[in-house]
């Protein structure tokens, strides 16, 4: 090679550097797809594997799902997932959508309170719901003992109802939410070109409304359903594991089974619970594409201010409706001051739960709080980096990181930490049984969260900004921290927010791949609920409750206090 040669070579390789050097979007998205393609794509990957593996035959093939199908317990175990899911999904609609609708269309007193209760549901994992309810329905109930005592035979919590009936409380907010922005959205010409036609109101809102929120009734009722057939917790507990068996109970009890030798038939479970996800996804998806209705909505309607005893009776009754929903987290939080006798509470108030509960707490309190403090810390970085490049970029590389970031939105939990166990359980990535794999796949679940409220709020920003501060000599990190990051931050403490509860109460994964070490409180209060000491289980229970409030103000803090400095700056 001549020196002209050679000199050339170096010149191309400094001008590549500094390219690098001063484009970084292009290095974060390179890393991020290596890490996605190594923790999301790869243990789906595996699973997969093993599913077309036939487990006695070892050829390619659909061995596994022709011995699945052929099993009538299994069979059983499909439709009782499918069964479970559309009463939840029914029970959620009927409940939140008609508090979406009261709340879009009217005024009326404490209307704000009423709301923050409604969201309230959501700040406990369904599976502490699910316990709420056994202490009211169960075997030894309160309500169950008093209606033996006057000779009354109510049915049974466990079992079908009773998981759809946790599942729903815990699930409808999400209804309540995405419809009421939709229904806030409609066009009230619309409706009042029905009305002048002389069309009822009832008629105005079932004929015109209601088919202009459909896309989004049929995305909220998307997001309960994969809610409730991708819980673990539920239904191990209100269906007693194998007596009301389901598909991600029957995935994790496979797996527990099949440990050390062939997993075939769990990954096959596994592989269904991602067929039906993604197929509903594609079919909402074409659902809600053939009944939009795109308008250019100049003004809101304000919302129909009730007068007199009107408003007062839309509260009671919306008040009502809203305080059974919440009845769940309102038993935990009494049950765990209650003394316990047996399996028994008793009517005297007491701390000896939290005592006997803070006694074999172990690491369980600390592992929650400094893996999911990580785990969150992780989330909110590398979520708004990868919300601000899918926005701002567009070509193959942003649409491939977009999909693998969502996919584990999609995946059941439990189907995603199968496939940790099996990928990270040797070379070269040994990581079964650390800390380290648990804050991954708390990352990992919840990043979707994050990437979307960061890119919901990047759309918003216009891009001539970023343009200035680099035009004015800003690196483009330096521009993107010091300029973009301070527009985002309502919506990334909003995703924060709604990460920390996600991760805090994250059992579905973690069951499968927690150890003594690496116990968390969601599982201490899972075990104990499961077959323990009921009032260590409620004390459990509501110091998760009580962990997840605190965080939530201190988001709310942050918040107010920021906007308070904006409002003071001159």
């Known amino acids: 090679m001549t020196v002209a040669a050679l000199g050339s070579e170096r010149s191309l ?103 923050v209760a409604v969201l309230l549901s959501m700040l406990s994992p369904p599976f502490v719901g699910a316990y709420a309810w056994i202490i009211l329905f169960g075997r030894s109930g309160f309500v169950t003992l008093a209606a033996r005592d006057a000779g009354i035979a109510l049915p049974t919590i466990y079992g079908p109802y009773g998981i759809a009936l946790a599942s729903a409380f815990s699930l409808f907010p999400l209804v309540f939410l995405v419809v009421r922005a939709a229904l806030m959205r409609v066009d009230p010409a619309l ?59 029957l995935a994790y009890s496979l797996f527990v089974s099949e440990v050390g030798g062939e997993t075939g038939m769990a990954a096959t479970t596994c592989m269904l619970l991602v067929a039906i996800a993604f197929a509903l996804v594609l079919l909402a998806r074409l659902l809600a594409a053939r009944r939009a209705v795109a308008t250019d909505v100049g003004s809101r309607r304000a919302p129909a201010s009730l007068p ?96 693998l970031v969502m996919i584990p939105y999609v995946v059941p939990g439990t189907v995603l930490g199968i496939g940790y166990a099996q990928v990270f359980s040797g ?56 300029v973009m990051v301070p527009l985002m931050r309502p919506a990334i403490l909003a995703g924060a927010a709604i990460a920390w509860v996600e991760i805090l109460n994250e059992l579905s994964a973690s069951i499968v791949l927690y150890t003594g070490a690496t116990r968390t409180l969601p599982i201490a209060a899972y075990q104990q609920s499961l077959g323990g000491d009921v009032g260590i289980a409620a004390a459990y229970a509501a110091m998760l409750v009580g962990v997840t409030v605190a965080a939530l103000v201190l988001f709310a803090l942050a918040g107010g206090m920021r906007e308070e400095r904006l409002d003071a700056a001159p």
């Open 13 to 115: 390789r400094r001008a590549s550097l500094r390219r690098w050097a001063g484009d970084p979007w292009t290095l974060v998205a390179l890393g991020a797809l290596a890490f996605l393609l190594i923790f999301v794509a790869l243990p789906l990957a595996e699973l997969a594997r093993q599913a077309f593996t036939g487990q006695r035959s070892g050829a390619l093939g659909f061995e596994n799902f022709a011995s699945f199908f052929g099993a009538g317990f299994f069979r059983r175990a499909l439709a009782n997932s499918l069964v479970t899911g559309a009463l939840a999904t029914a029970l959620a609609l009927l409940v939140g959508l008609p508090l979406a609708f009261v709340f879009a269309r009217y005024a009326f007193p404490a209307k704000r309170w009423i709301e």
């Open 191 to 249: 409706e009042e070109a029905a009305a002048s036609l002389g069309r009822p109101p009832l008629r105005v809102t079932l004929g015109v409304t209601l088919p202009l929120a459909l896309p989004a009734v049929v995305t909220a009722a998307l997001l309960v359903f994969l809610g409730a057939i991708s819980d673990f917790g539920t239904p191990a507990i209100l269906g007693e594991g194998d007596r009301y068996p389901v598909l991600a109970t």
């Open 308 to 403: 007199g005893w009107r408003g007062r009776a839309m509260a009671v009754s919306v008040a009502a409706l809203v305080a059974v929903t919440n009845l769940p987290l309102v038993v935990i939080l009494v049950s765990s001051v209650l003394q316990v006798r047996g399996v028994v509470f008793q009517p005297v108030l007491t701390l000896d739960n939290y005592a006997r509960a803070w006694a074999i707490i172990g690491g369980a309190l600390s592992n929650s709080l400094m893996f999911a403090g990580v785990a969150l810390v992780v989330t909110v970085v590398a979520g708004a980096a990868l919300g601000y490049f899918v926005t701002r970029r567009s070509g193959p590389l942003a649409r491939a990181i977009d999909l």
């Open 427 to 482: 070379p070269p990535l040994f990581l079964t049984g650390t800390a380290t794999i648990i804050g991954l796949v708390y990352v990992v679940r919840r990043l979707p969260y994050m990437t979307r409220a960061a890119a919901s709020s990047v759309f918003q920003i216009d891009a001539s900004l970023e343009d200035a501060s680099q035009n004015l000599g800003m690196h483009p990190a330096r521009g993107f921290a010091r």
